[in-house]
């Protein structure tokens, strides 16, 4: 369970997340959704501790975060950013065996089980082909996918994926955000696409100018009512196999008066 009070994240005099007091369960997928700049990155970078807090507090598994050492920390929270940057000298195989580094001690090296957690991960998310390539050479889903998968090696408790399917072709958002949804972890993802977020999430919480507009289920929260105010788009909803999803069209003049 991941749960903050108060949180806040500013850069100089720009508040980017004002105040905010959000839980997500275990066993769940909570989608932070909301329009450009509403502050979900800088609330997911607060939570993986990439991003320095301005105030509030933060707990991972009932500890406030600030209190784990770097080892317990990394063995409850994986984190996948939005894009990491840097020359990749690491092949791909080697990348995702990177996750198991927080399982071992000082020196010691690889085990057999931690390359068969690799091995899986990296079946899972379809990169098993890849094993020996350079990650710097990958295309960028397909970088996504080994980032991914190097997460999962890690075995964390918790979950934290920026824009996951940023870069994936149309069959990868899908097999990635349902592999997540079926992990037994807590996971919170900032999703662009709301009508994933409305197939995979099982919580959505609605940013806008860095506080809470909306916080339930995508039945609850993917309301023309609650989505035309934030993201200043006509909205018109549809359910398909009990799946609520979105079409938009852009706002008339008489709208945007
Ligand atoms: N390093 C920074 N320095 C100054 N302002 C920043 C910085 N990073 C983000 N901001 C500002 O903070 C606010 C929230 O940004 P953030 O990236 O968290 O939003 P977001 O919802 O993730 O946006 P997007 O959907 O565009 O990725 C925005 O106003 C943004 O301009």
Same mark, same amino acid.
């Given at each position: 369970m991941i749960e903050t009070a108060g949180l806040?994240?500013?850069y100089g005099s720009v508040e980017a997340v004002a105040g905010v007091e959000f839980d997500a369960r275990d066993g769940a997928v909570t989608g932070l959704v909301g329009p450009n700049g509403s502050g979900k990155s800088s609330l997911l970078g607060a939570v993986s501790g990439a991003i320095r807090r301005a105030g509030g507090t933060i707990m991972v598994g009932g500890d406030d975060l600030g209190s784990l050492r770097p080892r317990e920390r990394a063995k409850r929270l994986a984190s996948v950013a939005q894009e990491e940057h840097g020359e990749f000298p690491l092949t791909v195989w080697e990348s995702v065996l990177l996750g198991r580094s927080v399982h071992r001690g000082g020196w010691s090296s690889y085990t057999p089980d931690d390359k068969a &957690? %690799? +091995?899986? %991960?990296?079946?899972?998310?379809g990169i098993t082909e890849f094993a020996e390539r350079p990650l710097g050479d990958l295309s960028g889903g397909e970088r996504q996918r080994a980032l991914i998968a190097r997460a999962l090696t890690q075995d +964390?408790?918790?979950?934290?994926?920026?824009?996951?399917?940023?870069?994936?072709?149309?069959?990868?958002?899908?097999?990635i955000l349902s592999l997540v949804a079926e992990l037994p972890l807590c996971t &919170? +993802?900032?999703?662009?696409?709301?009508?994933? %977020? %409305?197939?995979?999430?099982?919580?959505l919480i609605l940013l806008d100018g860095g506080a809470i507009a909306a916080d339930g289920d995508p039945d609850k929260v993917l309301r023309p009512e609650v989505i035309e105010p934030v993201y200043r788009i006509a909205t018109r909803r549809v359910?398909?196999?009990?799946?609520p999803q979105l079409l938009f069209s852009p706002l008339t003049r008489d709208d945007k008066s």
């Open positions: 806040s994240v500013r &957690v %690799a +091995a899986e %991960a990296m079946r899972r998310t +964390a408790t918790h979950l934290l994926l920026d824009e996951p399917t940023n870069h994936l072709d149309v069959r990868y958002q899908h097999e &919170v +993802a900032v999703l662009h696409d709301l009508n994933l %977020a %409305a197939r995979y999430c099982d919580r359910d398909i196999d009990g799946v």
